[in-house]
């Protein structure tokens, strides 16, 4: 992909910002309001395709050095790992639990494994979503 | 506790490549492997006392506990057996291998991770309880004995090997899947020890025969039974530690350890006793007499292989018959079968394995194993020979080794069928006798072939790739320890069966439990009788016939080759592969169009056809809520959209209609107050109209297709018939109400899961499994699209 529009490079670089902190607050807002791994991940993924579409696949390898690969992989192995986490709690696969926590500026907050669950979930998503859309791009 | 043992080995598997690649420079990886199964076979030593009081020890790790399916883990007399066999041949293999296996030339983790895997599968089945557990971990040896088989991937005899055996244990592992499946229907549960509870109910049962003959086909394709004993001779390609480990001490004898599990179950049925002793017997008579004629020393052992296990199933099979008879002097006689079995199992694993490891030092050290090039090493390898004499004489059945013991119980076992008088065994019960009879000749006969042709005689240099000479020591250790066994166990056999022998005979003929095994002592001298001028005639016949052999060798070459079941199974394989081949060019036209007419038709055929079978429609309209104008607009956008899509003459504006039809539905999730839906569906859309857009630019010129009229009658009919089924689906479905309301359940997400946002607690605890598996395929066709694009199928040779 190469980029050749100046407009179009100007609005990313502020778009992108604004994608990705709203698609980080759609993340963790899920336990309690409308967001959640899935969504929250495909959001990061769109950004992401955004700026490869808009500033170029070598521009943006250089910001952000990972293989999307590798990001699919590590976030199936932490929603699986959640899972076999539980058992060593002593209770079936997959179970989730939650807690609070007071944090010294966010005040009591709560804790749940679903979190890391959905993390895994996030992470699959923008990994798997950026490598089909890289892998299409890039073929000649 | 046991459970973690048998998880080990796979954690330790994840670890492999880290350690490879920080420590192979300076040391060998397999020293950091051996460790593990030393430390498991330690710690199951302390369940010795415990087995030997004739105790029994479960414990469990909840896994899908709503259908019953736990990982339990069961020790007793035979899993212990079995696992003890399992790490103690198995450290001693690593130890071996790490001399065997060259640091510099082979790929070390690989060959470690496959054979954690296997380990851990092989614990995994002779100590779980739970038969879909088993199932699991059955299956999985047979994947990882594949990629074993398959280690030297390079060599085309690897690979079709890999795929034989894999391709007869898995279909045996699926029948036997069928068949534990029948058997928790008819028995309801899940535990084996608690269908063994009710063994006493099921022979009733219209569903235990077919089961009892699927399990059996699992144990039998397993075990290299005649005749899916195919599999084993090609099996040899993979390295010889491994042959030395699966396909002579353990994996292979999974089959004999679900046989064994299944007696109390099973045993005492007229089937189940034929059919595993003619199988059996079969089995021992077809692999010494094969084994005879082989020019190369690791398939000598391979055939050999077949031919023991066929002894040990034999046994189980003739033995079986003393749960017919309960606890008592008359089953005392089969019982002795049952023992016979169980120590010739032990027996096999000491000199077998010291065998393979041999034949593999052998190959090392000369380069050949072919006996026709061999000979005369005995001054040159004097330890190798005698482990080799050692080894071979007691599967001789020669004392002063252990495999006299067990063969002169194996004819008492035999002999004493002969004399039975049930299930019609006395008409036919001569058989076994002589049958086992004329196999033992032969087993003595190979036994002095892979002695004597290899070691004396005129050695032959210039025959050999390699200067013969004894290898490392480190390599002469294990094949020694185990040789020492061999010995060790003749002198002090009753130490054994006390231990091991005992507690193992009571898991499986449960009467015996109270009297605390058979109470007979075993013993070198049994005093003067038929078992022992059987020997006697063995020792003979077979030393007159090992003088004759080249002038009856030529029989084997009578034989005609097309009809080896060898070659049924190449013809068989070619077949079917032209068959589908032929069928898949059938259907696989190459245009989308029909694919996707074979998927709309076949949504028609089973959802519209099974609305129709069940009379599933039902519309209530009365409980609908009224459209409202917002509503009304929208299903007329999206109306419009898709026809624009369908008759745009540019593609362009196809994509377009499309993206703005996905953007309507998600307002009207918002209408219908689903933000998490509509959030989903905007940026799904956004993302599937850049992927669009993409792929567009690559898409050649768009085209009309002109075709004929009765094609798009076709056409019409499915995309009409698929559309009429959607919506009488969506309306029957909302018209009925076959089960409770789940809505209740999603009203506790905050106390259940802490979770103000529904849809979320259901994602991510309620149904997590689903997310997770969805997550798993979502990654696979990433790296499927990527494969297929990036990777290039000629860039395979510049490695």
């Known amino acids: 992909m190469k980029p050749n529009d100046i407009l179009l490079t100007a609005v990313t670089k502020v778009a992108v910002l604004i994608i990705l902190t709203f698609s980080i607050d759609l993340f963790f807002s899920g336990h309690h309001n409308p967001g959640g791994g899935f969504i929250g991940g495909l959001g990061i993924a769109s950004a992401l395709v955004l700026m490869y579409l808009t500033l170029g696949t070598e521009a943006v390898n250089k910001i952000i050095p990972v293989d999307f690969k590798t990001v699919a992989a590590i976030g199936v192995l932490i929603a699986i790992l959640t899972g076999v986490g539980s058992f060593l709690f002593g209770v079936p696969f997959l179970s989730q639990t939650y807690g609070y926590v007071d944090f010294p500026i966010l005040g009591k907050t709560e804790l749940a494994t679903a979190l890391i669950f959905d993390t895994g979930v996030a992470l699959a998503v923008i990994g798997s979503a950026v490598t089909i859309i890289l892998s299409i791009s890039e073929d000649r | 506790m046991i459970n973690l043992m ?323 002097d008359e089953s005392k006689v089969y019982a002795i079968a049952i023992m016979a079995a169980v120590f010739h199992l032990v027996n096999h694993s000491t000199f077998k394995g010291s065998l393979f490891m041999v034949v593999g030092i052998i190959d090392h050290e000369t380069g050949t194993r072919n006996l026709q090039r061999l000979g005369g090493l005995m001054s040159l390898m004097p330890i190798s020979f005698t482990i080799t004499m050692i080894g071979s004489f007691s599967m001789a059945g020669l004392p002063p080794f252990n495999g006299f013991l067990s063969k002169e119980m194996f004819f008492t076992g035999v002999v004493n069928a002969s004399g039975m008088d049930i299930f019609g065994m006395e008409k036919f019960g001569m058989i076994f006798p002589v049958v086992a009879w004329i196999a033992s000749i032969l087993t003595f006969v190979y036994c002095m072939i892979m002695v004597f042709k290899t070691f004396t005689g005129e050695h032959k240099p210039e025959m050999l790739s390699k200067a013969a000479h004894e290898p490392p020591v480190g390599m002469l250790i294990p094949p020694a320890i185990l040789a020492m066994f061999v010995v060790l ?119 519209g056809g099974s609305l129709w079978l069940f009379n599933g429609f039902a519309f209530d309209m009365s409980k609908d809520s009224p459209v409202s104008i917002y509503e009304a607009v929208m299903v007329i956008g999206m109306v419009v959209t898709a026809l624009i899509a369908l008759f745009s003459q540019y593609r362009l504006t196809s994509i377009i209609a499309v993206g703005a039809l996905g953007y309507l539905v998600s307002i009207l999730f918002v209408i219908f107050q689903a933000p998490d839906l509509a959030l989903t569906q905007l940026v799904v859309e956004t993302v599937t109209v850049a992927l669009f857009l993409l792929c567009f630019y690559h898409l050649p010129e768009f085209r009309k297709e002109v075709s004929k009229v009765r094609f798009k009658f076709t056409n019409m009919l499915i995309s009409v018939g698929v559309g009429l089924t959607v919506t009488l689906l969506a309306l029957s479905a909302n018209g009925t109400r076959l089960f409770e309301t789940i809505s209740g359940y999603f009203e506790d997400s905050y106390t259940l899961a802490g979770a103000k946002n529904i849809v979320n607690a259901t994602l991510v605890d309620f149904r997590g499994l689903d997310t997770m598996v969805e997550v798993a395929v979502l990654c696979i066709a990433g790296l499927a699209v990527f494969t297929l694009i990036k990777v290039n199928v000629t860039g395979r040779d510049k490695k």
């Open chain 2, 489 to 607: 166990i003749f002198f002090f056999p009753n130490i054994l069966a006390k231990y091991i022998l005992d507690p193992a005979l009571i898991s499986i003929l449960p009467d015996y439990e109270a009297a605390g095994g058979l109470g007979k002592e075993i013993s070198a001298w049994h005093g003067f009788n038929t078992e022992l001028l059987m020997t006697i005639g063995v020792v003979l016949v077979g030393l007159l016939l090992y003088k004759l052999l080249p002038k009856w060798i030529r029989v084997f070459s009578w034989y005609p080759q097309s009809l080896t079941f060898n070659n049924i199974y190449n013809e068989s394989l070619l077949l079917m592969e032209s068959i589908s081949a032929y069928a898949t060019k059938k259907y696989m036209t190459g245009y989308t169009r029909d694919y996707l007419v074979y998927i709309f038709a076949f949504f028609i055929f089973i959802v």
């Open chain 2, 6 to 328: 048998i998880l080990l080995p796979f954690f330790f598997a994840v670890l492999i490549p880290f350690l490879y690649s920080m420590f192979n420079k300076k040391l060998h990886i397999g020293w950091f492997v051996l460790f593990l199964p030393v430390i498991i076979f330690i710690s199951l030593l302390q369940y010795i006392p415990i087995t030997t009081t004739g105790n029994t020890l479960t414990s469990e790790f909840k896994w899908l506990p709503s259908f019953g399916i736990n990982f339990t883990a069961y020790v007793d007399g035979l899993s212990l057996l079995f696992g003890m066999l399992i790490t103690g041949v198995g450290s001693l293999v690593i130890l071996y291998s790490i001399f065997y296996m060259s640091r510099a030339r082979e790929e070390l983790h690989n060959f470690y991770v496959y054979l954690m895997l296997f380990m851990g599968a092989m614990l995994g089945v002779v100590f779980s309880d739970n038969v879909v557990v088993l199932y699991v971990f059955w299956e999985l040896t047979s994947i990882s004995s594949f990629l074993l088989i398959a280690y030297w991937y390079q060599r085309k005899k690897s690979r079709e090997g890999a795929r034989k055996s894999m391709l007869i244990t898995i279909f045996g592992g699926l029948s036997m899947l069928a068949g534990l499946l029948l058997l928790s229907i008819i028995t309801d549960t899940y535990s084996i020890r608690e269908m063994i509870f009710q063994a006493k109910l099921l022979p009733e049962n219209v569903l235990f025969l077919p089961a009892m003959i699927l399990i059996l086909l699992g144990a039998f394709t397993k075990s290299a039974q005649f005749p899916f004993s195919l599999w084993l001779p090609d099996a040899m390609e993979a390295p010889t530690p491994i042959s030395a480990y699966l396909h002579s001490a353990t994996m292979v004898k999974a089959g004999i350890y679900l046989v064994a599990r299944l007696t109390p179950l099973f045993g005492g049925d007229a089937v189940w006793f034929w059919t595993v002793s003619l199988v059996g017997i079969v089995t021992l008579l077809y692999g010494s007499w094969n084994a005879v004629r082989q020019k190369d020393l690791k398939a000598l052992l391979a055939y050999s292989t077949i031919s023991q296990l066929g002894l040990i199933m034999s046994l189980l099979g003739l033995g079986s018959a003393a749960i017919y008879f309960g606890y008592g």
